[in-house]
């Protein structure tokens, strides 16, 4: 094997390279692993059917969220693997040799930048579609040094089986030691996700019907260079879909079980209808979104709850629901005081027509992404933070540098009796104190949205469809807070709240000790006073 060059007169240039930059991502060890694993020792090379076997996607049913899944998504996931070694490994007579599958693996996972991986994403899609016989429109066109470009219009039922594709590889990644591809694969709903490609990037795309929009059925063109450009500026994360893949299935073909764990064919059904049948605004779908504008720790930690290897710890980051907690700021403080870590915070109100009933009410979500705590202060405060669109249309609004009015969260104030000028009893995103861009009123009951003009903190950009230039004030149905800061920010509030208990009890303790005789009880003392209210006492000291 080409991995065991201990004798350095015997390695070539070509191999010292490529081993050179597979050492620089960390590779090495899961290569050399995976290399002896799967090698012929007679040819000293991997068998082609061996490697296309070691990336094949073979699931036989779904469980969807909410959309209807074409029926072309399942033979796409199964030309996954030939695509990959199709695209990434060159071979010979006998196979991929050392060299030729150590170069493929930085095809697929070397260091490079973001937008050539997501360039590379959308050819693998592009060329397993082919393979599967899905009517695709994109040309891919070779150009200089291996680079290519990529031609041609997408539709939205196309982006929808590309992020899908994504998801399914970083699904696979996540449970294969949990199911080993007998379970079903699950699909979140991505409807607001495709929206946000197509409002970007398609001709007249903010003239489009945005509410209640059937996704699978819009007969819009998207450029695939504007799509490119989409997911450069919104979903950067989507390359680790396909990092993790390669890495997750590498690193199974050094397994030394090849064995199936046990597991129940109603354990993934068990879990989606739990995710079905809850009502919580952080779905799989909006938690994967939001998760693909993030690169760093806290997108793993969004998305831990919606794994099975994680699924009975599903509720463990909701820190606040105001249809559980109770509703009002007060009840919302006592549940996230404390915790000292990253917070997502999730808004669902309805704008239009009070009346439920009544068609010309539109329900939406927005959402905010701390980096911090919440803090009891008459200021705006904070070192980061973004805003989210999330539902019907996904948007993403950065930091935009020019000012760090992030967040702003004041209770009643207390020990004060008069103001003349008080501050707004609320929590505050972007903006200024009285001209806030997001503000929610001390009992929960209204939002109010302005447009970005009067925000210089984040990004322009609409936060639901047809905003406008007036605020608009919409009455709240449900607010959920999630902590995202691992058990640690958890447990360090947990001993908070346990030590203020603790306080709180002592000050209500009264020590009867002290009132055993009469002559020290209060109500002695008072009857005295009463008696005699002049009499000059004397201070005991």
């Not at 899908?164 to 694969?185: D, G, H, I, P, R």
């Not at 009502?279 to 831990?304: F, H, Y």
């Not at 915790?339 to 439920?356: K, V, W």
Request: glycine share 8%; net charge negative; charged share 20%.
């Amino acid at each position: 094997m080409g991995a065991s060059s201990s004798k350095e007169q015997n390695v070539s240039s070509e191999q010292r390279e490529v081993e050179s930059l597979a050492a620089s991502t960390g590779s090495t060890s899961l290569l050399q692993n995976a290399f002896s694993k799967l090698v012929d020792p007679q040819t000293n090379a991997i068998p082609l059917q061996s490697l296309q076997q070691c990336f094949s996607l073979n699931y036989k049913s779904t469980e969807c969220e909410a959309l209807k899944m074409p029926d072309s998504l399942l033979g796409l996931l199964n030309h996954l693997g030939p695509s990959i070694v199709d695209l990434f490994f060159i071979t010979d007579k006998g196979g991929v040799n050392w060299i030729e599958f150590v170069r493929g693996y930085l095809k697929c996972c070397g260091r490079m930048p973001v937008s050539g991986l997501l360039n590379t994403l959308l050819r693998l899609f592009s060329a397993t579609g082919v393979k599967a016989g899905i009517p695709l429109k994109l040309e891919v066109e070779a150009i200089d040094d291996g680079d290519y470009k990529i031609n041609g219009p997408l539709l939205p039922i196309d982006v929808l089986m590309f992020l899908w594709m994504c998801w399914a590889m970083l699904w696979n990644s996540k449970t294969w030691n949990v199911f080993k591809e007998k379970e079903c694969l699950y699909l979140p709903d991505i409807s607001p996700l495709v929206l946000s490609a197509v409002v970007s990037c398609a001709e007249g795309g903010f003239g489009l019907e945005l509410w209640d929009c059937d996704v699978s059925v819009l007969d819009v063109q998207l450029p695939a260079g504007k799509f490119l450009t989409w997911m450069l500026t919104t979903v950067t994360n989507l390359t680790e879909c396909f990092t993790q893949f390669v890495n997750a299935r590498l690193q199974n073909c050094t397994s030394s079980e090849q064995g199936t764990p046990e597991s129940s064919s109603s354990s993934l059904r068990e879990i989606s209808s739990e995710k079905a049948g809850n009502s919580r605004l952080l779905t799989c779908g909006k938690a994967w979104a939001i998760s693909l504008t993030i690169r760093s720790t806290i997108s793993q930690e969004i998305l831990n709850p919606y794994f099975p290897s994680n699924s009975d710890a599903s509720d463990e980051n909701l820190i606040y629901r105001s249809s559980l907690h109770g509703k009002g700021l007060n009840r919302f403080w006592s549940n996230v005081e404390a915790y000292l870590g990253p917070l997502l915070i999730l808004i669902s109100a309805t704008s239009g027509d009070a009346n439920e009933d009544c068609t010309n009410s539109r329900k939406w979500v927005v959402g905010a992404l701390i980096h911090q705590g919440f803090e009891n202060r008459d200021m705006f405060y904070g070192t980061s933070g973004t805003l989210y669109a999330i539902d019907p249309v996904f948007h993403m609004c950065s930091p935009s540098g020019k000012e760090k009015n992030f967040v702003y969260s004041h209770l009643h104030p207390t020990g004060r009796a008069y103001e003349a000028r008080p501050k707004p009893v609320g929590i505050a995103f972007g903006g200024t104190i009285g001209n806030e861009r997001v503000y929610i009123d001390g009992d929960f009951a209204r939002v109010t949205v302005r447009h970005h003009a009067v925000d210089k903190t984040y990004q322009p950009g609409s936060l639901f469809p047809n905003q406008g230039f007036l605020p608009v004030e919409a009455l709240i149905l449900e607010v959920e807070v999630w902590g995202l800061g691992g058990s640690k920010a958890r447990e360090t509030q947990l001993s908070y709240k346990k030590r203020e208990d603790l306080f709180t009890a002592q000050r209500r303790k009264v020590d009867m000790k002290t009132f055993a005789s009469w002559e020290d009880s209060p109500e002695k003392m008072m009857t005295d006073m009463m008696a005699d209210p002049n009499r000059v006492r004397r201070e005991d000291r």
